[in-house]
């Protein structure tokens, strides 16, 4: 085996996802070159190939919220402790996870200031000066920013990182109605963007009493079943009620000449986003990428020889530039590595589409494209080229999208009995059973499953039968599985 080829099945990944989920996807992120670990447990460097699918993802939801009239705007990072403490329901619960700055120099500061967890006081604190009256009204306004929370529970990157990236979104309404519309519209962007960024289906409903932001009347999620049986909260959109604006009085004088207080929600999605993509699409050979999210979407493989080198490079050149002002291609004419040593490290990297070019390739006019996810191989007439790349990465989108939906459906299983429910889950299934609304049966189903929990109650359920615990009439369906 030549030296280039002994490194690649050292630098390959080892760990197999069906084996030892945790190792593999360390693996996958390391050696795709999308994290770089660091000496502060749980903070993490987004190397390029992480953080250009943020960028993409921002620039995607961006469209969506100035469709939907939301400006961004930025808030600053440090919160002084008595705004924080000014509504204590909301980081009640929390307090241990909240940083400190304390000092400056040798210096302490005579009062410390929390690095933000998430941006609510500090906002509103500002929004209670804007808001007057009902003309004010909506005030829709989003924050893309970084925020620490110091877990406890075991860090992985992007899953559950101690600072991450996310956007935060606070809107204002003047009526009740108007709130709650929101609150779907924006998980229903959430959604969207899950599905026509990441190729990840999504389902969408509340969460429990227990589960929601104590700070809100109620929460709305998108939950993630992933490959290894586990689910993920993908994302949340909060209504807030009026509960922040009796607290930290935010009015407005109405039409009516009275003064009333307003209607706020808050949403947010962070860059766990890209950790679930990763885990439900990416494979034994490494990351498999999306071509929306990819930051580049095929490269091109050269099959040089002495003799006709200069002449397959020149083609794969014309290639690049023909196909460069529509998708975002790369050619690899690196000459210090093999073509096969190439395919390994593309694949590892997830690059959605390869385009081999040789010799016998130039002579009939043709290329090879294989894809990523399927290892499908086609031999493509050149002046069909780009017309079939772009077909091949749209199919490639819908065709992760539609795998990931039948990997969700497939293991999706009715439980009707405990025994069934803890049998399910045991096999890593997603569970839909049904629920009286009691916390108590709530928190029995945790145990006797070994901490899965109920994930939410989807919005289009069909309440039926009896509680999966105590017999009682259900109230709810909901679904069960272990998660994050
Ligand atoms: C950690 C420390 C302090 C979550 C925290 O979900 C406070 C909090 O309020 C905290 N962790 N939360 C809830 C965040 C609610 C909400 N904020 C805006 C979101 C989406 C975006």
């Known amino acids: 085996m030549a030296k280039k080829e002994q490194e690649t099945k050292e630098i390959g990944i080892t760990a197999k996802k069906d084996d030892d989920y945790g190792e593999w996807f360390s693996q996958v992120i390391t050696k795709a070159d999308l994290v770089e670990y660091t000496d502060v447990s749980g903070c993490y460097v987004f190397r390029p190939g992480s953080y250009e699918i943020w960028e993409k993802v921002q620039e995607f939801m961006n469209k969506e919220f100035k469709k939907r009239g939301v400006r961004n705007a930025y808030f600053p990072l440090f919160i002084p402790e008595k705004l924080l403490n000014k509504e204590k329901e909301h980081v009640e619960g929390f307090t241990p996870e909240v940083a400190w700055v304390t000092h400056t120099g040798d210096s302490k500061l005579a009062e410390r200031l929390a690095i933000r967890p998430t941006s609510e006081t500090i906002m509103y604190d500002s929004y209670k000066k804007w ?31 101690r600072e991450f990236l996310w956007q935060e979104g606070h809107n204002v309404f003047a009526t009740k109605e108007e709130v709650e519309k929101d609150v779907h519209d924006m998980l229903d962007v959430y959604a969207l963007t899950y599905k026509e960024m990441y190729a990840v289906p999504v389902i969408q409903g509340y969460k429990s009493e227990s589960e929601k932001f104590a700070g809100g009347d109620y929460t709305t999620t998108c939950e993630v ?14 209504n807030l009620g009026q509960n922040f604006a009796t607290a930290l009085d935010i009015s407005f004088l109405d039409k009516d000449e009275k003064k009333k207080f307003v209607w706020q929600d808050s949403w947010g999605f962070s860059t766990r986003t890209i950790g679930i993509m990763i885990g439900m699409h990416s494979d034994d050979k490494g990351l498999v990428l999306p071509p929306r999210v990819a930051p580049f979407q095929a490269v091109i493989v050269p099959i ?4 006709t080198k200069e002449n397959v490079l020149k083609k794969c050149a014309e ?19 093999t073509p096969g040593w190439k395919y390994h490290d593309w694949e590892m990297k997830g690059i959605p589409l390869r385009i081999e070019l040789g010799p016998k390739d130039l002579e009939k006019g043709q290329a090879v ?5 399927t290892g499908k191989k086609d031999f493509i007439k050149l002046e069909e080229l780009k017309e079939r790349v772009k077909k091949e990465l749209e199919q490639m989108q819908d065709d992760l999208f539609n795998k990931a939906l039948k990997m969700k459906e497939d293991n999706t299983v009715n439980a009707e009995s ?32 070994n901490g899965a929990k109920i994930i939410c109650i989807p919005f289009d359920e069909k309440p039926k039968g009896k509680c999966v615990y105590c017999g009682k009439d259900s109230k709810h369906e909901v679904y069960v599985a272990k998660s994050y």
């Not at 909260?233 to 909060?238: P, V, Y």
């Not at 690049?320 to 210090?336: A, G, P, Q, V």
């Not at 494209?369 to 996810?373: E, K, N, P, Q, S």
């Open 131 to 161: 808001i007057r009256s009902w003309r004010d009204l909506p005030l829709k306004i989003n924050q893309w920013c970084n925020v620490v929370r110091w877990e406890f529970k075991n860090p992985v990157p992007f899953i559950r990182s």
């Open 225 to 238: 079943f992933l490959p290894n049986g586990k689910a993920a909260q993908g994302c949340t959109s909060h």
């Open 304 to 307: 040089l020889f002495e003799q």
């Open 319 to 337: 290639v690049r530039d023909e196909l460069s002002d529509e998708i975002s291609i790369m050619l690899d004419d690196r000459e210090e590595y």
């Open 369 to 373: 494209i294989v894809r990523r996810d």
């Open 418 to 449: 405990m025994q069934d429910l803890m049998k399910a889950i045991n096999n890593k299934k997603l569970v839909k059973t049904n629920w009286c609304e009691n916390p108590v049966c709530e928190e029995a189903i945790k145990d006797k499953t």
